[in-house]
């Protein structure tokens, strides 16, 4: 369970999916991994001055009612941040010190 949500991770064709459900029983939500260059455009282009010093160690595609979410993950040496997007731009969703 991650923060009240059951999970179910399953292989569609070639790709593998995790389903994100309530304590219910309802699917809420559903994520798959991705390669940058599966971002829209905007969103790639926003990424060239954060990718400075830092790494991608993962870029994820959420699918929910609200739309599609993005989240990608940037470190360094010395920091981790997850940034989200549901639009054009990218904002800090969560920053931690290692």
Known sequence: ????FYMATFKQGEQ???AYF???????????????????LMLQ??????????W???????????GTQYY?????ANTKTIYQSSGSEWTVYKSSEK
């Open 72 to 76: 990608i993950t940037l470190e360094n």
């Open 1 to 4: 369970m991650v923060s009240n």
């Open 22 to 40: 309530n304590p219910f029983g309802k699917m809420e939500a559903v994520s798959r991994n991705i390669s940058t260059t599966a971002l829209p």
């Open 45 to 54: 282009k926003g990424l060239e001055d954060r990718r400075k010093n830092n």
């Open 56 to 66: 991608i160690t993962e870029t994820s595609e959420l699918v929910n009612n609200n």
């Open 16 to 18: 593998y999916l995790t």
